[in-house]
């Protein structure tokens, strides 16, 4: 389980980042099916979230285990 805080700038975002290497990343809130971002790094607001990723032959892993 992951608890995000705001920030000390006093943004409410905070920046989730994946490893390299993958072909395509997925960002979505949890028991929601909307893709948000297909980035590596992604400015999450207050919520959870699950990240997804694919590899260069296509392989993919299901969403992972929630971000708070």
């Known amino acids: 389980q992951w608890v ?3 920030n000390s700038d006093g ?3 905070v920046n989730l980042e994946l490893p390299e290497g993958y072909i395509e990343y ?9 893709i ?4 590596r790094v992604f400015a999450a607001g207050p919520g959870e979230y699950e990240a997804t990723v694919t590899e260069k ?3 993919s892993r299901s ?3 929630p971000f708070k």
């Not at 997925?26 to 909307?34: L, P, Q």
Request: proline share 0%; aromatic share 16%.
């Open 63 to 65: 969403f992972s285990s």
């Open 36 to 39: 948000l971002s297909s980035e």
């Open 57 to 59: 032959f296509g392989c």
């Open 11 to 13: 943004s409410s975002t």
């Open 26 to 34: 997925g960002w979505k809130k949890v028991n929601t099916s909307t």
């Open 4 to 6: 995000v805080f705001i």
